[in-house]
């Protein structure tokens, strides 16, 4: 059994308590036009260019030509030379497959980067989109007493499966509008909600993330709806948050050949992120910075 990452490493508290060994899945279900990581969203993976290294010696099929790359030849071609033979920085496929027992090994030699509480995090991409595998991962770090997270959009309709061998539980709620969600997201609402509810019903320890992208989500009606829902479903068990919109992943978006569509717009000034914290806040919520 295999899983698709398009990036690991460490990272401290952003993806769960303590020092975190983080995998990155391939795969996703939604299309978040603001995405920081838009390499992880195709399953078969994302050819990512470097202008700088991007020379026509790495195609043999002479789909690079002056300084650029021509995908309407790569849309055509099944073996990919370019990653395949002719390795090189000027193009790559932004994910990788490992063995699920190389990883077992990776996270057991870790350990000792674990002291403070921290452990192993799979997030994405959509762990979803690799179900059976990331299970199965879980499944063993918990045999092997590591504590465990995922970062999750919450679409899956066999989320609630996971739940058993999962530690912390990082779920994002991008939108309450059912419209609204459908198209920024590409997906409906009702598979997230529910499994949100589901989460914060039965889960010991959830972690609600509101990604704060201006003209999308941040608007005094949206912040109505997120504090209704937030107070349905709060809990000793339940913390919120708001992540305000940043431009990490535009030069992804270039590197994969795709427009970046996001502008100035959709940056949301700190008074209001303080603000509609504050609300959340004097509404009960239990607020939680990460």
Not at 35 to 60: H, I, K, R
Not at 92 to 121: A, K, P, V, W
Not at 145 to 161: D, K, Q, S, Y
Not at 209 to 218: A, E, K, Q, S
Request: negative net charge; proline residues 5%; aromatic residues 8%.
């Amino acid at each position: 059994m295999k899983l698709k990452i398009f990036q690991r490493g460490f990272n401290y508290s952003q993806d769960g308590s303590g020092n975190r060994l983080v995998y990155h899945l391939q795969g996703c279900n939604m299309r978040c036009p603001w995405c920081a990581n838009p390499e992880g969203m195709p399953m078969e993976g994302a050819l990512m260019t470097d202008p700088d290294w991007l020379v026509e010696a790495l195609c043999p099929r002479g789909a690079v030509r002056g300084g650029a790359l021509d995908r309407e030849i790569c849309a055509d071609c099944a073996d990919m030379p370019c990653v395949t033979e002719r390795r090189g920085k000027g193009i790559r496929l932004s994910c990788e497959e490992f063995e699920l027992d190389e990883l077992i090994g990776e996270i057991e030699r870790s350990r000792m980067f674990f002291y403070d509480g921290g452990g192993i995090t799979l997030t994405g991409g959509e762990v979803g989109m690799q179900f059976e595998p990331a299970k199965e991962l879980l499944r063993r770090a918990r045999e092997l007493g590591v504590h465990t997270c995922i970062e999750t959009n919450g679409t899956h309709p066999r989320l609630e499966e996971l739940f058993p061998y999962v530690d912390e539980l990082i779920m994002d709620c991008k939108q309450c509008d059912p419209e609204a969600h459908r198209r920024w997201t590409g997906v409906p609402l009702n598979a997230v909600r529910r499994n949100i509810c589901r989460a914060c019903a039965t889960h010991p320890m959830v972690h609600i993330r509101v990604p704060l992208i201006g003209g999308v989500n941040d608007s005094q009606e949206d912040e109505v709806r997120f504090i209704a829902f937030f107070r349905e479903i709060a809990g000793d068990n339940v913390s919120f948050e708001l992540l305000r919109y940043h431009e990490f992943g535009r030069d992804k978006w270039g590197q994969c050949g795709w427009a970046y569509k996001m502008d100035e717009r959709a940056r949301v000034a700190p008074e209001r992120v303080e603000a509609m914290r504050k609300h959340m806040i004097e509404a009960g919520l239990r607020y939680r910075r990460t």
